[in-house]
């Protein structure tokens, strides 16, 4: 048996890393903390270390980024 085997319909934790994460308990998603909506790890593709969130697409990581204050030129 792999280690995501038996995971369900949980939600995984993650510790996001540069180009990589780690999973600490095992899920078969992740939830976009911009939309709320799940993401298949298989299909994790956007995140932040810093805030260590999870989001679902571009759009949702550029929206966390101005949220955040976190782009240049962006006044906080």
């Not at 990589?20 to 994790?44: K, N, W, Y």
């Amino acid at each position: 048996m792999n280690r995501f085997e038996g995971s369900g319909n949980r939600e995984a934790k993650i510790r996001y890393l540069d180009a990589d994460f780690q999973i600490l308990a095992p899920g078969s998603h992740v939830v976009c903390a911009m939309t709320g909506r799940p993401i298949l790890i298989d299909e994790l593709k956007y995140w932040s270390v810093a805030r260590q969130e999870a989001y679902v697409d571009a759009a949702a990581s550029l929206d966390a980024e101005k949220r955040a204050g976190a782009l240049p030129n962006q006044s906080r």
